[in-house]
């Protein structure tokens, strides 16, 4: 039985691939990224309104009211009023929770509601979110946003990642041969078939890749994609 002897290989690069290589087993294992910048072609702004009162007829009459000059806010920043979706509201009333001490409650009802956007012009819904500072200047309170879209800013999308995936294969795939053929040259082998190779994950990551950053708050972002790819080695 014959004895695989074996080495990596680090911190050697060609263009964006990097290798291990067996010589023992006689393969090399090679990597090959391809990275695009692409730009967000949809956007979802879901902005949340709440009201309180202990009349319920008056709280849901405020949240009227809000909701109203959150569409014509809309209208005024170029997004047009069947553009805003009205989601179902949520009503809590204080009295009903048994958790809390209904003699410290001073306001009995509380409604929430919630005015979706969803446009395929992200630098409108942009521009628009940077001026939501009207909306509490009229008296509108903003809640705070719960799981999704947390923040309460809006989400850009890319949606044609399907689009870029053919070509961007073919280029990881293209940078991990590059890096085989190196290796090859370098070990004074010759590159043989392919002995085993897998596709990794397409990623979408914010441009700017600062720590805490989410890509969903970003128009600008990068697709990265990793290819390996294992080319037996021959003599």
Known sequence: MLLAVGFATG?????????TARMGDRFVTVKGISERDV??????WSVRIVTTDNDLPNA????TEDVSRVRDFFVRHGIAADQAELERPAVEDAFANQYRDASKV???????????????????????????GELVAAGVVLAADEGYGRGG??????????DVKPQMIQ????????????????SNSTLGGIRQAS?????????????????????????????????????
Not at 11 to 19: D, I, K, L, N, S
Not at 39 to 44: F, G, M, Y
Not at 171 to 186: G, N, S, V
Not at 214 to 224: F, P, S
Request: hydrophobic share 40%; charged share 25%.
């Open 199 to 235: 596709q990794g994950v397409f990623e979408v990551l914010p441009r700017n890749q600062v720590p805490g950053v989410d890509e969903a708050t970003q128009i600008l972002k990068t697709v990265r994609v990793v290819s390996t790819v294992q080319y037996f080695l021959e003599n």
């Open 106 to 132: 001073k306001e009995r009802y509380v409604v929430r509601q919630t005015v979706t956007v969803r446009l395929d012009n992200p630098e409108t819904v942009l521009e628009a979110s940077r001026q939501s």
């Open 60 to 63: 849901q009459r405020r949240i």
């Open 11 to 19: 911190g050697w690069f060609v263009g964006h691939g990097f290798v």
């Open 153 to 162: 800013g809006p989400r850009f999308l890319f949606t044609h990642l399907n």
């Open 39 to 44: 730009k967000a072609d949809l956007a979802i």
């Open 171 to 186: 280029e990881a795939t293209a940078r991990a041969r590059e890096a085989a053929l190196k290796f090859a040259e370098d």
